[in-house]
């Protein structure tokens, strides 16, 4: 049974940072990209950033510039380096992956409350 294990939320200051993990356990197969995605509330959930295996990224226009997504494919872990956080990032942060078999799973998410 595939898991999707989240940390790193929490409570921080506008301009602070924080640093999300997920780390993925249960399966065999090789994740082809993980991802992070965020709903806040009233809102639909988007992507926020996305790594593939071969490690080209893609990051909302939103967050380019102050979050890094980054990938241990030994540890089957994906983090998110967020920095100069703003409170119009205070969301859930999902985790994503999706494998080479096209199933693709999530996370039970992580609250991130950015305080002005």
């Known amino acids: 049974q595939v898991q999707l294990v989240e940390s790193g939320g929490g409570l921080v200051q506008a301009g602070g940072s924080l640093r999300l993990s997920c780390a993925v356990s249960g399966s065999r197969f090789i994740i082809h990209t993980m991802g992070w995605y965020r709903q806040a509330p009233g809102k639909q959930r988007e992507m926020v950033a996305k790594?593939?295996?071969?490690?080209?990224?893609t990051y909302a226009d939103s967050v380019k510039g102050r979050f890094t997504i980054s990938r241990d494919n030994a540890k089957n872990t994906v983090y998110l380096q967020m920095n100069s956080l703003k409170p119009e990032d205070t969301a859930v942060y999902y985790c994503?992956?999706?494998?080479?078999?096209?199933?693709?799973?999530w996370g039970q998410g992580t609250q991130v409350t950015v305080s002005s």
């Open positions: 790594i593939t295996s071969s490690g080209t990224t």
């Open positions: 994503n992956v999706l494998f080479y078999t096209l199933k693709d799973y």
